[in-house]
Every structure is written in structure tokens, then in C-alpha cells.
């Protein structure tokens, strides 16, 4: 904050810092010290290329949500669905799939760089530019580039979807926000399907989480876009519930009958091109106001 340099790796892009000091409670600031601000050229982030789908099958991308111990791994029943579902995708609808799992990637928590200004908050995002290590990149390369299905898997988690959700969609953020400042469409063509698992109850409340968020960044869902799970609030008994999942055959098929659905909507969708539609911003996440008088 002295000198006004960028990051590391970027201390040439400088915004104008000021000579200060402290006189008896009062700050002084001498404007005529003004540093001159400095923008580089810098080459475009991979990930802000044109969004283009490359001709092919279906592709469908499995997001696990879930936490565990990498070293001292369990038997989680969101995750089994999601295996199951991904591989019925593959193996016998004969489509393109990857699994992306939360747990084993390393990224930083959202930095609220809206918070400041909403033109702050870019696409790429600011950490993802600035940071090569953070690897929340695979995620933003896989849902924005690759996948026409984005399968999302989560355990309930005191009546709400998995930390490791919550940390992934306020780093998405940036791609709803080139809706509010940009105008620019990022997800077009995607659907969004759901698993829910959990010992503990909310299902409802879960599913209107995850779709509420997904159907504001401009995804589209098959006919009933989500299959759940729950013991409930009085019968938290892990062992039951594991065993109850792992036997289940009803679970499974739901969870092959969920992809299959996802998969002929995104057919639809990308065989038939759903027509651009203009983008009216009234009742749309950080629309203006406009209130006229009604006197």
C-alpha cells in the first residue's frame, strides 16, 4: 500500500500511492506526491479464450463435494452416486466424462474482491490470474470449456450443502458477474443436475440452494434435476445409512436415470442451439432500480 506496485510477478502495474503523515489525531495527505499509475501489457489468461464447444458427444463433468481425510479415505455415499452415475454416462450412454474432486484440489477461499467494486471482481478470477498454484482453474475450465452436464454431488451438512460446495461457488462468482458487468454469457447450453446425500435432514433446502445458484449463472435443468438421500433429523445412524446406501438398488438406478435426463436436455440444447436472448437485467441479481413515480 506504500508504493502502489502490483503483486508479485506484477509490480510494474502501479496505482497511484501518497506521501502521508499524522498530526495530533488528523491525517494529512499531500495529493501533489501522487505516484503515476501504471498499466502493462499482459498476455490473456488461457481461460478468458473465447468460449467455442468443440463438436462431439455429450460431456459430462462430476464435481464431488465432499470432505474427507486423503490419507484415511471412507466410503462416502454422495461420492458412490456420483461414480455410479459418471460411469453409467460413460459406459453406457457412451459419453465423454470427467471427475473432479474438491478435496484433492488446492484453492484459496474467495478474497471478496466484489466487495470492493464489482468491476473488481473478473473473469478469469483475480486469484486465478495471480496465483499459478491455485487449482481452482480445473474447475473453471472444465464447467465454462469442456462440459455440456455439470453433475454436483454433496452430503447434507447440518441441514446445508458441504463446505467445500460453498467455497467453490463463491469463487464462481466471477462468472455470474460478467452477467452484471459485462453483459457476457459464460454458461450457455449447460445443465445442472444434483445428488444429495446425507445422514441428516433438509433435502429441500439443499436442492433449492444448489438450483437457485446454478439457475442464476444461465444453467438449465433436465425434468426433476436432482436425486436425494436422508435418514433425518431423529436417525443419524452413520453405519445404517452406509449400509442402507451401498445395498440400495433403487439409488443407483435413480442416479443412472438422473445423467441419462441431464444428458438428453443438453442434447437438446446443443443439437438445437437454444436461440441468444436479450439479457434484461430487471429482477436479475444486481439490476438497478428504477422506481417511477406513482403518484
Request: aromatic share 6%.
Amino acid at each position: 500500500h506504500r508504493t502502489g506496485q502490483g503483486e508479485p510477478g506484477y509490480e510494474q502495474d502501479q496505482v497511484p500511492s501518497y506521501a502521508t503523515k499524522i498530526e495530533k489525531g488528523r491525517l494529512y495527505i499531500d495529493l501533489s506526491s501522487a505516484t503515476k499509475r501504471k498499466k502493462q501489457s499482459h498476455p490473456a489468461h488461457p481461460l478468458a479464450r473465447p468460449v467455442l464447444r468443440q463438436a462431439g458427444p455429450v460431456r459430462v463433468v462430476g464435481i464431488s463435494t465432499t470432505a474427507m481425510t486423503t490419507d484415511h479415505p471412507r466410503y462416502s455415499t454422495s461420492d458412490a452416486m456420483l461414480e455410479v452415475a459418471l460411469e453409467h454416462a460413460q459406459s453406457t450412454l457412451k459419453l465423454e466424462t470427467q471427475c473432479i474432486k474438491l478435496r484433492e484440489l488446492t484453492f484459496r477461499s474467495c478474497e471478496g474482491f466484489y466487495s470492493k467494486s464489482a468491476q473488481a471482481c473478473t473473469w478469469p478470477c483475480s486469484i486465478t490470474q495471480m496465483d499459478p498454484t491455485d487449482q481452482l482453474d480445473r474447475v473453471y475450465e472444465a464447467i465454462v470449456h469442456w462440459a455440456d452436464v455439470i453433475l454436483i454431488s454433496t452430503p447434507i451438512r447440518w441441514g446445508n450443502a458441504s463446505s467445500l460446495y460453498y467455497k467453490m461457488v463463491e469463487r464462481l462468482n466471477c462468472i455470474q458477474n460478467q452477467e452484471t458487468i459485462a453483459n457476457k454469457h459464460l454458461l450457455k447450453n449447460k445443465v445442472a443436475a444434483f445428488i444429495i446425500m446425507g445422514g441428516q435432514d433438509n433435502v429441500q433446502g439443499v436442492a433449492g440452494q444448489l438450483m437457485t445458484f446454478f439457475a442464476e449463472v444461465g444453467c438449465q435443468f433436465p425434468q426433476f434435476p436432482f436425486i436425494a438421500h436422508s435418514r433425518g433429523w431423529s436417525a443419524e445412524d452413520m453405519e445404517r445409512n452406509v449400509s442402507e446406501v451401498q445395498n440400495s438398488r433403487a439409488l443407483r438406478e435413480g442416479a443412472q436415470q438422473l445423467v441419462a435426463r441431464a444428458a438428453d436436455m443438453a442434447n437438446l440444447m446443443v443439437g438445437g442451439q437454444v436461440p441468444e436472448h436479450v439479457l434484461a437485467r430487471g429482477g436479475r441479481k444486481a439490476h438497478q432500480l428504477d422506481s417511477e413515480p406513482t403518484g
